[in-house]
C-alpha cells in the first residue's frame, strides 16, 4: 500500500495487488503466505525469490547446495535476526518525537517573540523539509537524517507555538493534548478494526487529500498575491474552522495508513532499520495534526 508519507511508499510494503496485506492475513515472526511481492520474505526452496532485496535463504536458487542425505532435501537457511518489532518502532519514535520536543522547548526558551524569530522559524522549516526530502529518496534510513529533521522541526514548533501562545494563552498545551486526542482514538479505532485499511479506502482518503493540499497551495498564492483576503480558506472564522476539521480528519486518515505499514513491516519481518522510516513517517504525520490542532485551538479561542 502506499502511504500518505513519502517514506514508507518506497519501501516496496505491497503485494501482488498492489497493497500490502488487503487480501491476506500474513503471521508476525515469519514468512507471508504468498511471498512474492513481499520484500522482507526470508526465502524458502518454494518460495519465489524475485525482486526480494532482503532475502535470506542461500540455498534457494542454489541447485548445487548440499543434500541432506537422511531427507534428500537441501539444509534450511539459518532463522532470520534483526527484524522489526513493535518496540523497535515504539523507541524510534520516542528518541524521534523526542528531539523534537528538546528542539521545540529550546526555542521557545532561547528565542522571544519578535518577526526575527519568525524569519528563523521559517528557516528551520525548510532546513527540516530538505532533511526530509533527502531521507525520502534514500534508499536506506539516515538516523542521523531524520534526527536533524526532527531538531530543526522541533525549533520551529518551538517558535510557532510561543507565538500563538502569546496571543492565545494555553493554546500549545491544549493542541498538544488535541493531538494526543486524536492519535490515540484513531489508534483505537484501528485495533478494534472499525476502519479496515482497503485499498479502495486508500484511493478515496488519497484523492481527497491530494485536492486538500492543491486547494490549500492555490489559497496561499491568492493570499500572497492580495486576491484573497484574511487568509482566504485558511482565516481565522468559521471557513477557516471548517477546513482546519478538514485537515485533522485528513491526519487520522494518515494515521490509519501508517499503522498499516507498521503492522505489515512487522509481519512480512522487514530489517529493524525500518524502524527509523516507521519514526520518521509518524512524526511527520503528528506534526501535520499538531499545527492544524494549535490553528483550531485559536479560532475557537477568539480574538483575546
Known amino acids: 500500500m502506499r502511504s500518505s508519507n513519502p517514506v514508507f511508499s518506497r519501501r516496496g510494503f505491497s503485494r501482488d495487488n498492489g497493497y500490502a496485506g488487503f487480501n491476506t492475513a500474513p503471521q508476525a515472526g515469519g514468512p507471508a503466505v504468498g511471498t512474492q511481492g513481499n520484500p522482507y520474505a526470508q526465502g524458502t526452496p518454494h518460495a519465489p525469490q524475485g525482486g526480494n532485496p532482503y532475502a535470506q535463504n542461500p540455498y534457494a ?11 534428500g532435501a537441501p539444509p534450511q537457511a539459518p532463522p532470520a535476526v534483526d ?7 515504539v523507541a524510534r519514535s520516542a528518541m524521534t518525537l523526542g528531539t523534537v520536543t528538546v528542539g521545540a522547548v529550546l526555542a521557545w526558551a532561547l528565542l522571544p517573540v519578535s518577526s526575527s524569530s519568525f524569519g528563523l522559524a ?3 522549516a525548510l532546513i527540516a523539509m530538505v532533511f526530509a526530502l533527502i531521507q525520502t ?8 537524517l531524520i534526527l536533524s529533521y526532527a531538531a530543526f522541526e522541533g525549533v520551529f514548533l518551538g517558535v510557532i507555538s510561543e507565538m500563538y501562545n502569546s496571543r492565545w494563552s494555553g493554546a500549545p498545551f491544549q493542541a498538544v493534548l488535541g493531538t494526543m486526542a486524536v492519535s490515540g ?36 498564492l491568492l493570499v500572497v498575491f492580495g486576491v484573497a483576503e ?23 486518515f494518515f494515521l490509519t495508513l501508517d499503522f498499516k505499514q507498521i503492522e ?20 511527520m504525520t503528528l506534526v501535520w495534526i499538531y499545527v492544524e490542532m494549535l490553528r483550531l485551538v485559536a479560532i475557537f479561542s477568539g480574538d483575546d
Open 61 to 71: 536458487q542454489n541447485p548445487y547446495a548440499p543434500q541432506d542425505l537422511q531427507h
Open 83 to 89: 527484524r522489526m518489532t513493535m518496540d523497535d518502532v
Open 122 to 124: 521559517i528557516g528551520a
Open 137 to 144: 529518496f534514500k534508499r536506506k534510513a539516515s538516523p542521523a
Open 185 to 220: 482514538a484513531t489508534l483505537l479505532i484501528y485495533k478494534a478494526g472499525w476502519i479496515r485499511v482497503t485499498a479502495r479506502y486508500a484511493r478515496i482518503g488519497m484523492a481527497i487529500a491530494i485536492a486538500f493540499i492543491l486547494v490549500t497551495a492555490v489559497n496561499l
Open 230 to 252: 484574511d487568509g482566504g480558506l485558511r482565516s481565522m472564522g468559521p471557513l477557516g474552522a471548517i477546513v482546519g476539521i478538514i485537515a485533522i480528519i485528513l491526519g487520522a
Open 264 to 283: 505489515d513491516g512487522i509481519a512480512y519481518g522487514a530489517p529493524r532499520q525500518e524502524a527509523w522510516l516507521a519514526a520518521f513517517g509518524l512524526t
